[in-house]
């Protein structure tokens, strides 16, 4: 085989014969970030990640302080009240008592206890209605997360898309310079002619332009997935070449207990507990209420003088009562009423939602694997079809250095070639995206 033969068979096994061997040309100058440093990233930084969680510790909080409903309240109040008066009083037989400047202090004390002791089970339903919401916001959470990391795990592998789409352009840059330098020596021996060089010169050009607008997509790809992961734009790294993927998904698998693992239909279960639990609260409204209560009052009041001499200088009152009070509802303008109908509204309603969701979920789920065997089968004829277009442009190559072809053949050879990448390429990242999608409806992305 001559050298030019020996070339193209060298350069285009080496990218043609699986992702394995472009990950010898990772380069060492960035560091290389894999999948799962971008997860740790995201996780830590993604400020929509970092509001869910906050809006569930809020729920948190307010489930951890509803047990504090069945604990009574008590109040205490004082009070100091220092007086100066001036009195004028008359009486029936005419006398006629006046004083000014009359001084007296009144302090008071109260403590004062409320227990409900019956409410219409209200309280047993607030608490279980905080706890639903507690537990429908670490579901929002982790829906959140999975969404997140699936739109993460996309861009990163998008990049990795991207970055073997450069290193075809790169290898047809290889062979548009053996052209050019084929068309040289053809020329300079009198075998070629000048529009051969001179078109080799374009291509040349033309794939170098294409590197550049390739290297500009990339770093915005990059940038894009900086943001997700709540990190500077400046950061620099490097991706690997490769895209995995999991062994072969079946259907049966993936529908199984579905209904246990799909975050949305499990947000749509909680929707309803919470909606019953309303519904609860608000028939507790038609029952009475009954309360404990018992207060303990403190009064002293201080005279430094008296006009009338039945009037004390000095009282002093102090004790405990105590009893039961009860609220019956009778009659408020059918509010009760309304309030029940309208949770019994949307107690329905989200049912009807969860349905609606386990159908879309189920559809989804299908298409997606359709999607998903599609995309398989596509990489596999692609795998194959690229093995031919490299043995074509081989073959042309050859034909070509010989003169027995012409310079518009090995173009098209080439640009055979650059297609079949192109799609090679396209057929991996989809596949990928199939998978993605599959694990995130199933709830397994982590």
């Known amino acids: 085989m001559n050298i030019y033969g020996l070339f193209i068979l060298l350069f285009l096994s080496a990218f043609c014969q699986g992702q394995a061997p472009i990950q010898k040309s990772i380069p060492q100058k960035l560091p290389l970030l894999r999948l799962e440093e971008v997860f740790e990233q995201v996780l830590m930084n993604n400020y929509g990640i970092r509001i869910a969680k906050n809006d569930s510790a809020a729920l948190a909080i307010e489930k951890a302080y509803s047990k504090e409903a069945f604990l009574p ?4 109040s004082t009070g100091l009240v220092f007086n100066n ?3 004028y009083q008359k009486f029936n037989d005419g006398a006629i008592r006046e004083r000014k400047g009359i001084q007296s202090d009144n302090t008071s ?3 004062a206890l409320n227990w409900p002791i019956f409410n219409g089970l209200s309280v047993y339903a607030t608490r279980e209605r905080a706890a639903a919401l507690q537990q429908l916001g670490e579901l929002n959470v982790r829906n959140n997360v999975l969404n997140t990391l699936s739109q993460a795990s996309n861009a990163y592998y998008a990049i990795v898309q991207q970055k073997q789409q450069l290193k075809a352009i790169e ?8 052209r050019v330098k084929l068309a040289e020596y053809k020329l300079s021996i009198g075998s070629g002619t000048k529009p051969d060089l001179l078109q080799s010169k374009v291509d040349l050009n033309a794939q170098k332009a294409a590197q550049l607008e390739q290297s500009f997509t990339l770093q915005q790809l990059k940038n894009e997935l900086n943001t997700l992961m709540g990190l500077s734009t400046t950061n620099e790294f490097e991706v690997t070449d490769s895209i995995p993927f999991k062994p072969t998904l079946s259907l049966s698998t993936l529908q199984e207990k579905l209904e246990n693992s799909n975050l949305q239909i499990l947000v749509a279960q909680k929707n309803i507990l919470i909606a019953r639990t309303t519904l609860k609260v608000q028939k507790a409204e038609r029952w009475p209420t009954v309360n404990f209560n018992s207060t ?4 002293l009041l201080d005279n430094k003088a008296v006009v009338n001499p039945f009037q004390p200088l000095f009282s ?8 039961l009070t009860a609220n019956i509802p009778l009659f408020n303008n059918g509010v009760v009423r309304r309030n029940i109908q309208n949770a019994q509204v949307n107690l329905k309603r989200e049912q009807l939602v969860l349905e609606s969701q386990k159908q879309q979920i189920n559809l989804a789920l299908v298409q997606a694997y359709n999607q998903y065997q599609a995309a398989q089968q596509l990489l596999r004829l692609e795998e194959e079809n690229i093995l031919l ?11 070509y250095r010989l003169n027995s072809t012409t310079l518009i053949q090995l173009k098209e050879a080439q640009k055979s070639l650059q297609d079949a990448f192109t799609r090679l390429i396209r057929a991996r990242f989809q596949a990928k995206q199939a998978e993605t999608e599959l694990l995130r409806l199933r709830g397994e992305l982590l």
């Open 85 to 87: 008066n001036d009195q």
């Open 296 to 299: 303990y009052n403190f009064n």
């Open 171 to 178: 290898e047809q840059i290889q062979i548009n310079q053996e």
């Open 316 to 323: 002093r009152n102090r004790g405990l009562n105590y009893g």
């Open 109 to 111: 004390a109260a403590l």
């Open 389 to 399: 277009a490299r043995e074509n442009v081989q073959i042309v190559f050859e034909v």
């Open 73 to 76: 309240r008590l109040n205490a």
